[in-house]
């Protein structure tokens, strides 16, 4: 059984498990298969909004896809909830990936 079908049998169990769907969204981005894993990063941010990592990866991966004014606000959106959960070091590599995108 291959990490894609371990995190889906885990996802049977535990569907809204920010993490397990975090780990997928991961292995789709490392497949190629960017719309799976936009998909699962944006379902992640939006079930819960404090999962701060999904933001910078679901940036990254518009950036990719040549979507960057929706980069840009998944940044801003991402830096947002990182300041309210003080987490200095997600906001860190938030900022520092938008500023490299936008100047």
Known sequence: MDRIEKLQEFLKTSPSDSFLLHALAL???????DEKARELFEEVVHREPGYVGS???LAKLL??????AEAIQVYEKGMEEARKA?????LGELRGAYEELTF
């Open 63 to 68: 950036e990719r896809i040549n979507r960057v």
């Open 86 to 90: 003080g987490d200095t070091h997600a």
């Open 55 to 57: 933001y910078y990866h």
């Open 27 to 33: 292995e789709y981005v490392k497949l190629g298969e």
